[in-house]
Structures are given as structure tokens and as C-alpha cells.
């Protein structure tokens, strides 16, 4: 009986409100009152417009909302070394632009001297609410080297392929990759007659990874899972296979007081001439709490680490460490800080190889287990322009590793280690003016002292790592068109040693002066020149290994 009384009311009504619609129709006068029906539907449906989310990141490919083309892949010979971390980072300029066109593909091309070309492709989706795309192609090629020039060659080919997909709650997200990197083993006695192809090294990595995360970023409570799978061989008898699982939650009490858990697990088999059907297991679990307020700031947790590496006098293979770090903000430009932090340091055969591409087969795979660090120093900012900080470290490490000339082949590496305390002083600042120039400096000076260890294969010393490190980069920008970077990279005190005629050396200290110059000619393209060891040192970062000249390279980019 009511579903008949509302269908007359509306029937009643139909006439009223077509008057009304038509009034409006012909516009009505400002302040003007008029009569008016409403109609009261009974399956009338409301709906909200979407809310906009807050997406914490975007996949790892270049996007095309982004109208910038000058991003580099820098030529780095530098190793992190595990006493310090600078907080500096490199500035990279995103040049605005009036256009609202937006481009899902880029391709750089580029040639320069050693026979070097350049080609990239990046392909991405262009913007959309639920899905993110990309793939990624670059092949760069030295086929000439410094020395005896095919003999010394490397190239190295990349592919990437990554996908986000979003929901109203959560981010899924993957990535897969194929990685190819072919180096020579060039470090023989200059005129000896070697052919290429008999001294090629060959990497190939095959990895991927998938997992989930929120996507809400204030709500109290956030977590991200990921798994991975790595695939990795070289042209002689090494391989390296591992999974992994990694996951993270933290849930905010408020806006000073946190708590949170980092969870890490790595199934890792590697095999080589001198080891076979090994399996090396890492688990680490972090949990944590974090307190905040103007002036003072500490973070506070444990590192249970739980690892199976097999060595003399090791007492066990269950670690817990305390891990603390606090800052005290005396004013906004100057504060004290400090931090003492225990952990195991995992090391791979392929970190090794990817660190120093000229090793060779070696006796065992081990952990560098971080007893302690304690570091603490002063830091703060200037009018937002002006950032510093200087400390000084202390670390007890066991199983510190250290590369040595093999004893049966000189001309490949082989892993020491030892037991090491290490004193280390760094200090950093930067400095920007506006978005015209950046400014950005570290120094590091490491002191090493290894134990009188009784194994004969124990480093003696603190072989091919630096005693210290600068590094200066500046950033120019003079008008949206143009991009100037010039940077002074420079390490020195670097003790070698030959295990096979049982020489040792101090290596001259590394300077390599390097720019990048890019100008943006139209939305769509621009030219670019880059330079590297620009004095032409005779640069060695591993005994033997010189590195190229004055190596330049000039290309082109264009976006569609």
C-alpha cells in the first residue's frame, strides 16, 4: 500500500517540478525567490566520488609525468665501506615546464671514445589511477680499454621490467630483470701477448621480486612483504642462487612515539671450484621503538640475527645486539648526536663480484660480524641553505674482508679477512642557493688495526681499502634549458699486495675530475656531453687495473 501512495505522490508532483526546471532553464534573476516541489525517490542511490590516495612511491622506471631528461648512470669505482655513511646526497635537478603534455617513452643515444656507445629505451604507461608500467633497455659498451684495447674492453646490458597495481587499500607491486656485465682480466705484465676471448669475465643475473604494501601513509599502522629470487653465474665455475623474504610494519602512537619490526630472511646456495652445495642462511629481526619531540630524538631497538657461516673460535651462531641512536637539538643549527649500534653484515659472492669485477675463486664465503660501532659528533643547518655534520666512529668488527693478487693468478683477486677495529672521522656539508646551485662534500679518513691473526691466510693488512675519501659535486642550473655538473671524486692511502711474488705496494692516490652537461633544446629533445678523468690520471682502484683516460661521451635525447 505505501509503494502505491509514494508512486501517486510522484506522479502528483511530475507537472510542478518540470515548471521549475523550465524557470531555471531561462535563468532567474539574482536574490530572486521561487517556488519550488521536491521529489522524494525511493530507490535513489548515492554515490561519493573517489577519494584521491596518497601513493608512497612510484616504480623504479623514469615516469612520464616527469619533464626532466637529465638523469645519469655515473661511473663509480668507489666501494661503501661499513665505519661511516654520509647523510649528503646528490642534487637532481627536475626543470619545470609550462607544458601539461605528458610523454611514456624516452630514448638516449650517445657515442664517445674507447668505442664506447650508448643506448637507452624506457617505455612507461602514461598516468593512470590503478596501473604502472614500465620497461627498461640499455646496452653501454667500452670495446676499447686501456690496455692492449680489446684486451681491457667491458660492456654491460640491462633490462627491467616493473608493474604496480593499486587498489583502494594496498599497493601490489613487481619487478623482474635480466643484468649482463663482460669484463677482462687485463691486469697481466704489460707486453704480454694474451688473447681476449682467453681472459673474458662474464656476469649474468637474472632476478625478480614481488610483494604488497599499503598505500595510505598517515594511518597508524604500516607494512610492506616482498619476496625475491636472484639467479647468478660468471663465465668460470661460480653460481649463486637465493631467495629471500623481507618485511616491514610500524604503527604510529602519535606524532612523536612509534614502534616498529624490520624482518629479513636470505636462503643463499653458492658454489665455485673450491666449494660446493653449500647453503648459507641469514634471518635478522629488528624490532624497534622511535620517540620525537623539538628538540630530542631516539631511536632505540635489538638486532637478533641468526646466521650458519662455519670459522674457528666462533661461539655461536645466534647474535643479539643493542642498537641505539639519539639527537639533541641544542638550536635548529646545531645539534649533538650519537649511536651505538651491533650487527652481521651479510656478504654475498655476488656483492664481491659486483664490487670488484677482477676476483677470482676463494677459500670460503663469510659474514662480517659488527661486534659494535659507536659514532657521535655534531650536525645541524644554516637558513635552510647550509647543512654540516662532523663525527668521529669506533668499530670492532670480526671477519673483515679485504682483496689481495691472487697467489695462483695475480692477475685475480682473492677474499682475506681478519678481525679489525676500525677509528674513522668524517665530516659533510651542503650548500644550495635557491635552485641554481647545489652543493654537496664529504671527507672520510679511516684508521684500520688487524689482529696479529696466527692463520697464514689472515690479511696482514687493510689490502685495497682506502685510508680516505673526498668527494665534491656541484650542481649549476642557470635557466630551465640547462644542466652543468662538475664533480672531484679522490681516495688515497690504498695498500695492495701480491700473494703470488709477495710484493706490496701503496697505490697513488685516485683524482678523477668529472662533468656532465645537459641542454634541453625542446620539450622533446635535448643534447647531452659527459666526461670522466678529465687530468687523464693513470688511476688504478684495484692493483694492476688501470683505468681509461679521458673518457667523453655526447649524445642526443628524445621523449615520445
Same mark, same amino acid.
Given at each position: 500500500?505505501?509503494?502505491?501512495?509514494?508512486?501517486?505522490?510522484?506522479?502528483?508532483?511530475?507537472?510542478?517540478?518540470?515548471?521549475?526546471?523550465?524557470?531555471?532553464?531561462?535563468?532567474?534573476?539574482?536574490?530572486?525567490?521561487?517556488?519550488?516541489?521536491?521529489?522524494?525517490?525511493?530507490?535513489?542511490?548515492?554515490?561519493?566520488?573517489?577519494?584521491?590516495?596518497?601513493?608512497?612511491?612510484?616504480?623504479?622506471?623514469?615516469?612520464?609525468?616527469?619533464?626532466?631528461?637529465?638523469?645519469?648512470?655515473?661511473?663509480d669505482f668507489?666501494?661503501?665501506?661499513?665505519p661511516?655513511?654520509?647523510?649528503?646526497?646528490?642534487?637532481?635537478?627536475?626543470?619545470?615546464?609550462g607544458?601539461?603534455?605528458?610523454?611514456?617513452?624516452?630514448v638516449?643515444?650517445?657515442?664517445?671514445?674507447?668505442?664506447?656507445?650508448?643506448?637507452e629505451?624506457?617505455?612507461?604507461n602514461?598516468?593512470?589511477?590503478?596501473?604502472?608500467?614500465?620497461?627498461?633497455?640499455?646496452?653501454?659498451?667500452?670495446?676499447?680499454?686501456?690496455?692492449?684495447?680489446?684486451?681491457?674492453?667491458?660492456?654491460?646490458?640491462?633490462?627491467?621490467?616493473?608493474?604496480?597495481?593499486?587498489?583502494?587499500?594496498?599497493?601490489?607491486?613487481?619487478?623482474?630483470?635480466?643484468?649482463?656485465?663482460?669484463?677482462?682480466?687485463?691486469?697481466?705484465?704489460?707486453?704480454?701477448?694474451?688473447?681476449?676471448?682467453?681472459?673474458?669475465?662474464?656476469f649474468?643475473?637474472?632476478?625478480?621480486?614481488?610483494?604488497?604494501?599499503?598505500?595510505?601513509?598517515?594511518?597508524?599502522?604500516?607494512?610492506? $612483504?616482498k619476496? @625475491?629470487?636472484?639467479? %647468478? /653465474?660468471?663465465?668460470? &665455475? +661460480?653460481?649463486?642462487?637465493?631467495?629471500? =623474504? $623481507?618485511?616491514? @610494519?610500524?604503527?604510529? %602512537? /602519535?606524532?612523536?612515539? &612509534? +614502534?616498529?619490526?624490520?624482518?629479513?630472511? =636470505?636462503?643463499?646456495?653458492?658454489?665455485?671450484?673450491?666449494?660446493?652445495?653449500?647453503?648459507?642462511?641469514?634471518?635478522?629481526?629488528?624490532?624497534?621503538?622511535?620517540?620525537?619531540?623539538?628538540?630530542?630524538?631516539?631511536?632505540?631497538?635489538?638486532n637478533?640475527?641468526?646466521?650458519?657461516?662455519?670459522?674457528?673460535?666462533?661461539?655461536?651462531?645466534?647474535?643479539?645486539?643493542?642498537?641505539?641512536?639519539?639527537?639533541?637539538?641544542?638550536?635548529?643549527?646545531?645539534?649533538?648526536?650519537?649511536e651505538?649500534?651491533?650487527?652481521?653484515?651479510?656478504?654475498t659472492?655476488?656483492?664481491?663480484?659486483?664490487?670488484?669485477?677482477?676476483?677470482?675463486?676463494?677459500?670460503?664465503?663469510?659474514?662480517?660480524?659488527?661486534?659494535?660501532?659507536?659514532?657521535?659528533?655534531?650536525?645541524?643547518?644554516?637558513?635552510?641553505?647550509?647543512?654540516?655534520?662532523?663525527?668521529?666512529?669506533?668499530?670492532?668488527?670480526?671477519?673483515?674482508?679485504?682483496?689481495?693478487?691472487?697467489?695462483?693468478?695475480?692477475?685475480?683477486?682473492e677474499?682475506?679477512?681478519?678481525?679489525?677495529?676500525?677509528?674513522?672521522?668524517?665530516?659533510?656539508?651542503g650548500?644550495?642557493?635557491?635552485?641554481?646551485?647545489?652543493?654537496?662534500?664529504?671527507?672520510?679518513y679511516?684508521?684500520?688495526?688487524?689482529?696479529?691473526?696466527?692463520?697464514?691466510?689472515?690479511?696482514?693488512?687493510?689490502?685495497?681499502?682506502?685510508?680516505?675519501?673526498?668527494?665534491?659535486?656541484?650542481?649549476?642550473?642557470?635557466?630551465?634549458?640547462?644542466?652543468?655538473?662538475?664533480?672531484?671524486?679522490?681516495?688515497?692511502?690504498?695498500?695492495?699486495?701480491?700473494?703470488?711474488?709477495?710484493?706490496?705496494?701503496?697505490?697513488?692516490?685516485?683524482?678523477?675530475?668529472?662533468?656532465?652537461?645537459?641542454?634541453?633544446?625542446?620539450e622533446?629533445?635535448?643534447v647531452f656531453?659527459?666526461?670522466?678523468?678529465?687530468?687523464?690520471?693513470?688511476?688504478?682502484?684495484?692493483?694492476?687495473?688501470?683505468?681509461?683516460?679521458?673518457?667523453?661521451?655526447?649524445?642526443?635525447?628524445?621523449?615520445f
Open positions: 500500500m505505501m509503494n502505491k501512495i509514494v508512486k501517486v505522490i510522484c506522479l502528483s508532483l511530475l507537472v510542478p517540478v518540470m515548471n521549475v526546471h523550465a524557470q531555471d532553464q531561462k535563468g532567474n534573476e539574482r536574490g530572486q525567490v521561487t517556488d519550488a516541489e521536491f521529489v522524494i525517490r525511493k530507490d535513489r542511490v548515492l554515490s561519493l566520488p573517489t577519494r584521491s590516495r596518497n601513493f608512497e612511491s612510484v616504480p623504479a622506471l623514469p615516469q612520464p609525468q616527469t619533464n626532466s631528461s637529465f638523469t645519469y648512470d655515473a661511473r668507489f666501494f661503501t665501506l661499513p661511516s655513511q654520509s647523510d649528503v646526497k646528490p642534487f637532481e635537478k627536475q626543470f619545470s615546464s607544458s601539461t603534455e605528458l610523454y611514456h617513452s624516452l638516449r643515444l650517445g657515442y664517445g671514445n674507447y668505442q664506447s656507445p650508448l643506448a629505451l624506457h617505455i612507461n602514461l598516468e593512470s589511477d590503478y596501473l604502472n608500467y614500465g620497461v627498461m633497455l640499455r646496452h653501454q659498451g667500452f670495446y676499447e680499454g686501456p690496455v692492449d684495447q680489446k684486451n681491457s674492453a667491458e660492456d654491460h646490458t640491462n633490462i627491467r621490467l616493473n608493474a604496480s597495481y593499486f587498489t583502494e587499500f594496498v599497493e601490489i607491486f613487481g619487478e623482474v630483470g635480466y643484468d649482463r656485465d663482460r669484463y677482462h682480466f687485463y691486469g697481466y705484465t704489460p707486453g704480454t701477448e694474451v688473447l681476449a676471448d682467453s681472459i673474458q669475465q662474464l649474468s643475473t637474472i632476478y625478480g621480486q614481488g610483494g604488497i604494501r599499503n598505500i595510505e601513509k598517515d594511518d597508524p599502522f604500516n607494512y610492506e $612483504a619476496i @625475491g629470487l636472484r639467479l %647468478f /653465474n660468471d663465465d668460470y &665455475s +661460480a653460481r649463486e642462487h637465493e631467495a629471500s =623474504f $623481507a618485511g616491514m @610494519g610500524y604503527y604510529n %602512537f /602519535n606524532e612523536g612515539l &612509534s +614502534a616498529g619490526l624490520d624482518i629479513s630472511a =636470505f636462503l643463499t646456495s653458492p658454489s665455485d671450484i673450491t666449494y660446493t652445495d653449500m647453503n648459507r642462511n641469514y634471518a635478522k629481526l629488528s624490532p624497534y621503538v622511535r620517540y620525537k619531540t623539538t628538540m630530542f630524538e631516539v631511536n632505540a631497538g635489538l637478533f640475527v641468526s646466521e650458519n657461516d662455519m670459522y674457528t673460535d666462533k661461539s655461536s651462531d645466534f647474535h643479539i645486539f643493542p642498537k641505539i641512536d639519539a639527537s639533541y637539538y641544542v638550536h635548529e643549527a646545531f645539534a649533538v648526536y650519537g651505538y649500534v651491533g650487527d652481521v653484515q651479510r656478504n659472492y655476488y656483492g664481491f663480484a659486483m664490487e670488484n669485477p677482477y676476483l677470482g675463486p676463494s677459500d670460503q664465503l663469510l659474514n662480517t660480524v659488527q661486534k659494535f660501532r659507536a659514532e657521535g659528533g655534531i650536525k645541524g643547518s644554516v637558513n635552510d641553505a647550509f647543512t654540516y655534520k662532523l663525527g668521529v666512529a669506533y668499530g670492532d668488527y670480526d671477519n673483515m674482508y679485504f682483496y689481495a693478487n691472487g697467489a695462483s693468478d695475480s692477475t685475480r683477486f677474499l682475506l679477512y681478519n678481525d679489525a677495529t676500525v677509528l674513522s672521522y668524517t665530516g659533510s656539508l650548500y644550495s642557493v635557491s635552485d641554481k646551485y647545489q652543493l654537496t662534500a664529504a671527507a672520510n679511516y684508521h684500520y688495526t688487524l689482529d696479529d691473526s696466527q692463520d697464514p691466510a689472515a690479511a696482514e693488512s687493510p689490502w685495497q681499502r682506502p685510508e680516505w675519501e673526498i668527494n665534491v659535486h656541484n650542481t649549476f642550473t642557470p635557466d630551465e634549458k640547462w644542466l652543468i655538473q662538475a664533480g672531484l671524486d679522490m681516495m688515497g692511502g690504498i695498500y695492495a699486495k701480491n700473494l703470488e711474488t709477495g710484493a706490496e705496494d701503496t697505490l697513488s692516490p685516485i683524482i678523477d675530475l668529472n662533468a656532465k652537461i645537459d641542454y634541453k633544446i625542446t622533446r629533445f635535448s656531453a659527459q666526461g670522466n678523468n678529465l687530468l687523464n690520471q693513470k688511476n688504478e682502484r684495484f692493483w694492476n687495473y688501470q683505468s681509461r683516460g679521458i673518457q667523453g661521451i655526447g649524445g642526443v635525447t628524445f621523449k
